[in-house]
């Protein structure tokens, strides 16, 4: 551990959770083997959800007594600190799936790279691009993920959803707030402070999308093309969090602009801008967390400087950041 105080009692919560839910937790877990870039402290306290039920119990519980919590999948578009995160942390496993028709309705612990699978097998078009995606359901549509020319907006019917006040609502896609890498998800409801575990967020619990029948070897044969083009241009296999930044409204996009800033196997510590496509950061040398982060302010500050474009982060920074001292971003 870091030293660090945490906001509530881990010993008692844990205890409780288990008496009352049935969940098993555990303390002072390492996140890092959770999240794609292998990096991060531990959790004051950690419980996995296994399904739906055990998630909005979970969550319901943490809200009630107002304990600090946060919600991960696959942790595919974090970078979670090196002193960890002063919370429960509630991994996401609720992978339960049904195909109605032409419908697939997902719980939101399910990969999108099964959600793609899964409906190929069955007919039916229109995720194709999740097999792109490395995170969940309940995360892609939280960031409205996209690829290959297809995004959840497109194919999303509804999403049902525990609200901060703890009710459940199936909400139609147009009530979501998309736009590009964006959703209502992504913000605090009013009057909550940005950034604040303790306030209640909505939360994705599952996902309904509206596909289109289609000869399944034809499904098979984009999902191999896709396939074949991450390997040629994506550093899979190696731990990363995605693609760093948001593409730009207009011009270039981010990998172009920080590769003709020669930024490409750029290094700070353990991290390394990927020669393979320059808006990846991967950790390939056993890199902390402050290394991701430190590596992808400079970038960002260099971007602004050769180019005169300010970059937005695509992936989020989770925990406690106390005492980071990043790259001068002037």
Sequence with gaps: MTGLRSPFDAVAT???????????????????????????????L????????????????????????????????????DHGIRALVIQDRAEGLQIREDRLIAEAG???ARAATETQKAGLSGLEFGLAIPGTVGGAVWANAGAHEG????????ATV??????????AATDLGFGYRESRFKHPAPGDAEGDAASPRELVLGATFRLAP????????RLDEIKRWRQAHQPIGLPSAGSVFRNPAEGPSSGA???????????????AVSAKHANFIVNDAHGSA???RRLAERVRAEVRRRHGVDLVFEIAFLGDWTGYAGEDPT
Excluded: W, Y
């Design 14 to 44: 844990g205890t409780e959770i288990q008496r009352r839910l049935g969940v098993k937790t555990s303390r002072d877990e390492p996140l890092a083997r959770f999240t794609t870039m292998r990096v991060g402290g531990p959790a004051d």
């Design 46 to 81: 950690f419980a996995i959800a296994h399904n739906a039920f055990e998630l909005r119990g979970l969550v319901k519980f943490a809200r009630s007594r107002a304990i600090p919590h946060v919600v991960l999948g696959r942790a595919s578009d974090v970078v979670i600190s």
């Design 110 to 112: 399910l990969p999108m």
């Design 151 to 158: 995004s959840v907006a497109a194919v999303l019917e509804t």
């Design 162 to 171: 525990l609200l901060v006040d703890g009710m459940e609502a199936r909400l």
């Design 214 to 221: 289609a000869p399944a070897d034809e499904i098979r044969g």
């Design 257 to 271: 602009l920080i590769e003709a800033a020669g930024l490409k196997g750029l290094r700070i510590g353990g991290a």
């Design 290 to 292: 402050t290394d991701v």
